[in-house]
């Protein structure tokens, strides 16, 4: 393996979901793939599309997971449909600078958030979750 990709993050709130992931965390929506309103790519500053958001409509179930099912084949049968939280995955975490400017977004954004100093590593951490309930890890290397 070289490098992670992207990760994919279904939500019932595209429109927030964006929002949180441009405005607080910093990464810029841009070009999607797909079909305006079914989802969204949020790009990191070297222009790599890292988060990819697929719009969930909750009022047809049926038909988001027969969607799920075209792509991924026999492997929804073992897909959990789940529509808050990190289910088995823990966090998703973002190399970050600027710290001071991120604790003011956050603060901005009246988010509750967990400041982590980690010395022996060299890193500060920001702990905190969108809009989803997904925890995200904002790592500062080197600052204060």
Not at 42 to 56: K, N, Q, R, S
Not at 105 to 119: E, I, N, S
């Amino acid at each position: 393996m070289a490098a992670l990709e992207h990760c994919n993050i279904r939500t019932v709130d595209l429109v927030e979901t964006v929002r949180f992931y441009s405005e607080v965390v910093g990464l810029e929506a841009g070009p999607f793939p797909g079909k305006d309103g079914q989802g969204a790519w949020l790009y990191d500053e070297a222009g790599v599309a890292v988060i990819h958001v697929t719009a969930l409509d909750l009022t047809d179930a049926d038909g988001a997971m027969e969607r799920l099912r075209d792509r991924l084949g026999e492997l929804a049968a073992h897909v959990d449909f789940e529509t808050r939280g990190t289910g088995v995955i823990d966090h998703i975490a973002f190399r970050c600078e600027d710290f001071p400017s991120m604790v003011k977004r956050l603060q901005a954004a009246g988010l509750y958030h967990r400041v982590r100093h980690l010395p022996q590593l060299g890193l500060v951490q920001i702990l905190v979750n969108d809009p989803n309930g997904i925890t995200l890890e904002l790592n500062f290397r080197g600052e204060a």
